[in-house]
């Protein structure tokens, strides 16, 4: 291994320069652990290159040496998805253009590596926005948000990134470049190669720009947070406030009790309502003249039996009602070991599959929380297992049988990685991942891009 | 050949049932030339599945005997995607299953046989609308508009197919069949095969079945045809709309002065505006009060510049005004031989196209007539050419790199088929396409579907 090392730093040291490769044991440690600190494994070296063009002939270089690669923006993944296994690791963070804003078209194009809050920053000075947001603004990376079709609170108004994306360049794993960034809104030339790669987590090519579409930032914005004593309750607002509200909706995202708590203690704050409520909705509505819309609100939630209502249309007061929300992943993390999963539930049966989640948790391990929060009127539940001795393999056994059963998918955002590769099966079919083996092999013959991750390696 | 077909006929009518087979010549013309008698091909025989296991067991008989297969809905494109050349037609009339709404999700599942029509006629009766709309309704299907991307004049609010569809059932070239029908709204369990099939033109798979996403029928709708001196007034007009209407701007669609005379010829109709206007708007606007909308809608338009304008709120009147734009197609076809050109371009670019378009077609054939419609507010443009003595070649050659020179896009809905596959180059690099092919070979191995199509035969 020491003398691939040594060879490899040497030709990838030509392409990018020295100072862009790190090798010392300790400087790859970053890079090395996620998030979760569930997944972890070594990096051969980490290489970051600036341009398209040095990504293919980085990856020509671990091709011919016969090494992996793995993609890694801001590691904010959850699924080990960008944690290494003996794998040259491709950081993505000099891949950092902001290009001019395209207003006519309302898109702008950025480097993979920029950040979800370089990218706000960037086109909130036009009076515009990014139709995708997500509490790891700070870390996470366009082009890894690309890779995961990342979701976030706006989903339920805007779409994943998916419906963000509109158009990007691309290294596919037998360095084939292809670029389509003309932004075209209509555009049926051939296969729509630039969406396959949504999605694809990094294991059929290098996304090295994405072009994004935008949205003019809302006039007004209003956040409420709403209590209830049951998440049937709060899902039956969730999904009138969509119907009845239609666009002006931007989100309507859910944290339990256990979460609310976590967050308190975490970040010592007060109680966010007045009264006590196992089940809070945090809902944000969006648009010219969002007063006129408080009428149609508190109807729905009162209709649907809430317990006490807090609002704020300043900035500071929103950030602070989110932070309810957004903070629960990152208290649960200081509390130590987690299985988390994310799970895709059709609408009707979230109450159902929240309930049946706790039973089958509590069969596995009965001394373990559980805690879920996530996006309601997108049928979208993080699911958190916090325990002692935590069994990851038992607990994502019995929720991914659990999804199943409900027609759900064991994966809504945060993709497939290397945590839930085994349950592909529960909800792929035999011939579904042969298509998709089929569509890997086609685009990354030599299989050395993000092996063993969304489909195990036969 | 003869030997193939009648061993062929026995064992398709294993399958699907003698009647649901055809093989008489004079039965099978129908299938044989499309809607631009541009494009005319012999068919082997047209053999018509009921079901997704029936599509597999015959296009497993199809590839035992080596012969291709082209997949054919209502018939409608205008590419050549669907004309056989001496293959089996596979019509998918038989697959047209219409199941209940879901109302939860606002979603519905249909075969991919059922006509847009029959589709609107199943959702409307719930209040629900489909998020596309063209004016060949009565015939072209649900799968074939997934097939091929469609777009039509909604697009500009709800995008195209592939933002309507999610999900499909799709039997792939080497009989494969993957199911993706469970509509979650958020579901990234390995890639998105489904997506993928979306504008793939029937060369990587048959689609059997389709999960569309459903809106709200507007409360109110309303339909204005705006005249203006120029396109570029026309453009401004449109664009502005679009920025200030946001959702409630439905279409922005286009017809110059040449479309509407034929309109007027063929339906004998009276002029649609008070004053002769050489470029025409047909804008529709909807929501729960369109008349709050009107001041915008006025302001604008007398802004750009309008000539005169015709409004209307009731069905008939929509109708009638929205004939002078739906009926062009209708129109130029019943002219004889034409190019029909469908080209995507940069929102910016729109009316310097068009100039150079007729400057570009003079120079080829200064007896042709050219004929301009289109999506205004999509940069979609549906350039005709009607000439006595019409040269397909050097028009389309003309007009592809007048296209690429603007960074435009040489199909933005109709889709490349046989007529635009030796285009494909001017618009996507040698990479992207070495991709595509390997992206066909891995999903249609042995490359009997629609083969010839999108992907010229290497």
Redesign the interface.
Known sequence: VNTIIVELTKELAAIVGRPNLIVDREALMPFETDYTRRWHGEALLAVAPSSTDDVARVLSVCQAAGVGVVVQGGNTGLVGGAVPADEVVLLTRRLDVLEPIDS??SQVTVGAGVTLEAAQRHVRADGLDLPVDLAARSAATIGGMTA??A?GAL??RYG?M??AVAGMEVV?GDG?????L????????????A??L???EGT?GVITRVRLRLI?HPTQRLVAVAGFGSLVDAARAA?TLR?RL??SLEAADYVDAAGVRLVRDRRRLPPPLAVESGHLLVIQVAGEDVESLLPVVSETLDAAGVTAVSVADDTSGRERLWTYREAVNESIGAQGLVHKFDA?????AIPEFAAETHEAVALVDPAATVVIYG?LA???LHVNVLSPDLDHYRVEQALGQLVAQH??????????GIA?RDL?TL???D??????R??????DPEGLLGRHR??REE
Chains 1, 2 share one sequence.
């Open positions: 006519l078209a995961t079709n979701g989903a339920v994943t998916a419906a596919l084939k470049i292809v670029s389509r003309s932004g075209l809104l209509k555009d049926t030339a051939g296969y729509d190669l969406r396959l949504v999605g694809s059929l003019r999904l119907d239609g666009p895709s539930i059709p609408l009707g996006h997108d049928g979208n027609n759900g998918s064991i994966s809504a955002e945060h993709g497939i839930k592909l909800v792929r079919s011939d579904d991942i042969a298509a998709m089929a569509v890997k092999a086609a685009l969304v489909l």
